[in-house]
């Protein structure tokens, strides 16, 4: 039994709350009260907490709740952040709640970044913090365009029925971006109308899934050579480009949008 739940923080972050027979870990609890609340509500104790990378809007809730965690905090090799129990680096394996989430660092938006991907051969989910939205990518503050680009790569590479759980809720504004780029791309078209649907119920537009971004994504098409011919008018070398100069002309057309 594995229950995912979004629990909205700020003004548009989500907070991810997994529960199983074993217990109930957040991702990124930017804030505590909400989380609290929730709990609260639906009678749960915390078990586990992970976090992604360092930026306030991901761990700010951390102290608070670590008062009564059963567990303990795990999260990037990043000494800035308080309240770490586990600091994990590529590659390495954790278990939380009857769950084991394989570590991928993926470096870019900040350097710490790291993603948690459940590895359930019927399911597969990944917990990607600000390094993948749907219908775009993060800003990227700390590393270069490369690292960002290859980050991404190795998240294309995961089975394409994962799901994609983000750490905002930035779909709507991502895709009038993506419809921009590639405008005669119907995929994102038909996208922009399920989810504004979506949003108007009250609901997340998240978890997405890796499928989905391939189609939809610029940032995820930067090999695509329908992406390619969309951006001919205003990239000169675009067909002849690597997918990394692509992903860089994109990422700053992104930044003045
Ligand atoms: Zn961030």
């Given at each position: 039994?594995i229950?995912?739940?979004?629990?909205?923080?700020?003004?548009?972050?989500?907070?991810?709350?997994?529960?199983?027979n074993?217990?109930?870990?957040?991702?990124?609890?930017?804030?505590?009260?909400p989380?609290i609340?929730?709990?609260?509500?639906?009678?749960?104790t915390?078990?586990?907490?992970?976090?992604?990378?360092?930026?306030f809007?991901?761990?700010?809730?951390?102290?608070?709740?670590?008062?009564?965690?059963?567990?303990?905090?795990?999260?990037?090799?990043?000494?800035q952040?308080?309240?770490?129990?586990n600091?994990?680096?590529?590659?390495?394996?954790i278990?939380?709640?009857?769950?084991?989430?394989?570590?991928?660092?993926?470096?870019?938006?900040?350097?710490?970044?790291?993603?948690?991907?459940?590895?359930?051969?019927?399911?597969?989910?990944?917990?990607?913090?600000?390094?993948?939205?749907?219908?775009?990518?993060?800003?990227?503050?700390?590393?270069?365009?490369?690292?960002?680009?290859e980050?991404?790569?190795?998240?294309?590479?995961?089975?394409?029925?994962?799901?994609?759980?983000?750490?905002?809720?930035?779909?709507?504004?991502?895709?009038?971006?993506?419809?921009?780029?590639?405008?005669?791309?119907?995929?994102?078209?038909?996208?922009?109308?399920?989810?504004?649907?979506?949003?108007?119920?009250?609901?997340?537009?998240?978890?997405?899934?890796?499928?989905?971004?391939?189609?939809?994504?610029?940032?995820m098409?930067?090999a695509?050579?329908?992406?390619?011919?969309?951006?001919?008018?205003?990239?000169?070398?675009?067909?002849?480009?690597?997918?990394?100069?692509?992903?860089?002309?994109?990422?700053?057309?992104?930044?003045?949008?």
């Open positions: 039994m229950n995912i739940q979004s629990i909205k923080a700020y003004s548009d972050n989500y907070i991810w709350l997994i529960t199983t074993e217990g109930n870990l957040v991702i990124d609890p930017g804030e505590s009260q989380v609340n929730y709990l609260q509500k639906h009678t749960l915390l078990t586990d907490i992970l976090i992604t990378h360092h930026h809007d991901h761990v700010g809730g951390v102290l608070d709740l670590k008062k009564n965690i059963l567990g303990n905090v795990t999260g990037p090799l990043n000494h952040i308080e309240g770490l129990d600091h994990v680096t590529h590659g390495m394996e278990e939380s709640c009857g769950l084991k989430f394989e570590v991928i660092e993926i470096p870019g938006h900040t350097l710490d970044h790291i993603a948690y991907f459940l590895n359930d051969s019927d399911q597969p989910r990944l917990f990607c913090g600000d390094t993948l939205f749907s219908g775009g990518c993060g800003r990227v503050f700390e590393g270069t365009h490369d690292q960002m680009y980050s991404l790569e190795k998240l294309q590479k995961l089975p394409s029925n994962t799901l994609v759980y983000s750490a905002h809720e930035y779909t709507l504004a991502n895709l009038e971006f993506a419809g921009q780029v590639e405008q005669d791309n119907q995929d994102i078209s038909e996208y922009i109308h399920l989810c504004q649907q979506k949003i108007k119920d009250g609901l997340p537009t998240l978890p997405s899934s890796l499928e989905i971004e391939h189609r939809i994504n610029p940032f098409r930067c695509d050579s329908h992406l390619r011919q969309a951006i001919a008018e205003n990239m000169k070398n675009s067909k002849t480009a690597t997918d990394a100069e692509i992903f860089s002309y994109l990422r700053e057309w992104k930044d003045s949008f």
